[in-house]
């Protein structure tokens, strides 16, 4: 079978070996595969990712001098199983999956091991057990978008973001723009962009973002008296000075009324900023540039060592929460609230490839005035987008 293989930083097609499944395992014809952020720097950063990962205890992936291939954003059609499997679903299913491949007692990433080849390529084995049937006739298109989108959210609900919050997303790339479509199919009020990119911002605004925001011009947090924050120590003791003053005329002791106001939800209020850049010196800037009691969730992945102000976090009582992946039943419930139409996610693909393209794709991800996600489909004959 043909297949994309990344070695030393290349990328070439070659014909592989047919992948064959064992127990428990399905054979996949891939029709859409997805190209993640985190392919892209993969292919630069293979060795540190797998220092990371070495340290964090899945030893698999590989280094920058093996030959695998990538591909973990799948939708796939059932072509058989290995012997002594369930079967549950009928060859000629159309499928999503989390990239998971047992073997033994060991499990792997496809994609993101030497063992299990990913959905750069023409087939490949997943457990059969984490298979999810493809709903309401959904395109293989939007079914390749259920693993970024589960990852976005994961990301929202670690967020813990309710409808009257106001979410700033920093970055429109992929990952911001999913954050967005999920923030909106939740029904969050008001979802404030940020991008450097005009092409990236019009896709912000496409999937549903109500405040688009070029940081050359201005900050995602220069409106802070509209949405009632804090952003400075003084504007913190007024408030409690304030705060004070107002209990002490209740009819019940001023401490009594504080823990009631605390219990019904009372409180200052705070965006929740979503960090989905990924590169040194972002959350820094987030941590100085937000208001006071921000909860920021990190969602772009840094590769490179980096440096924050503790002291201006600890003042501003930020909090930071650090995301990653996301759970089967997240998985699920992405898939289903793409194929109920909830969230909006259609303006994120903007190219699809064959194998002998996905190289020149790479190169176009880097600009983020030409694509936001491209997607990979190994029947395709032509290479461009």
């Known amino acids: 079978m043909k297949a994309v293989v990344c070695q030393n930083g290349e990328l070439r097609v070659e014909d592989l070996p047919e992948p064959i499944p064992q127990k428990g395992h ?82 792997d990433m496809a994609g993101l091991s030497t063992r299990s080849n990913g959905g750069y390529a023409e087939r490949m084995l997943l457990d059969e057990l984490v298979l999810m049937p493809v709903p309401n006739g959904l395109s293989a298109d939007m079914a390749a978008l259920t693993e970024p989108m589960a990852v976005a959210w994961h990301a929202v609900r670690r967020g813990d ?52 925001i070029n940081p050359r011009e201005g900050s995602p947090y220069s409106s802070w008296e509209e949405y009632g924050w804090i952003t400075t120590f003084g504007g913190l003791l007024q408030m409690g000075v304030e705060t004070r003053e107002t209990l002490e005329k209740a009819p019940i002791p001023w401490w009594t009324a504080w823990r009631l106001a605390e219990v019904l939800g009372a409180g200052p209020k705070r965006p929740v900023v979503f960090e989905c850049v990924g590169v040194p010196g972002i959350l820094n800037q987030i941590i100085t540039g937000a208001p006071l ?16 102000e503790p002291a201006i976090a600890i003042q501003k009582e930020v909090e930071l929460r650090f995301v990653f992946g996301h759970s089967p039943l997240e ?18 693909v903007t190219g699809v490839v064959g194998l002998d393209g996905v190289e020149g794709a790479f190169a176009a991800l880097g600009d983020p005035e030409m694509h936001a996600k491209i997607l990979i489909d190994p029947a395709r004959k032509a290479s461009g987008t």
């Open 331 to 348: 998985y699920r419930d992405a898939l289903h609230m793409i194929a109920d139409g909830k969230v909006r996610c259609e303006p994120m």
């Open 161 to 212: 973001v309710k409808k009257k919050d106001v979410a700033v997303v920093i970055g429109c790339g992929p990952v911001g723009l999913g954050v967005i479509a999920i923030l909106k199919a939740r029904g969050v009020g008001t979802v404030i962009a940020s991008d450097f990119s005009p092409g990236r911002r019009a896709l912000a605004k496409a999937c549903g973002a109500d405040v688009v």
């Open 26 to 107: 399905a054979l996949l014809k891939v029709l859409r595969c997805g190209i993640c952020g985190s392919d892209l720097h993969m292919r630069h950063h293979c060795d540190e990712l797998k220092a990371v990962n070495d340290r964090v205890g899945y030893p698999a992936l590989p280094s920058s001098k093996d030959a695998f291939v990538f591909g973990h954003e799948i939708c796939a059609e059932v072509l058989d199983y290995g012997p002594g499997s369930k079967r549950k679903l009928r060859s000629g299913t159309r499928v999503v999956a989390p990239p998971v491949v047992r073997w033994g007692g060991e499990i």
């Open 293 to 308: 009691f921000s909860r920021v969730v990190v969602v772009g992945v840094c590769m490179q060592n980096d440096t924050i």
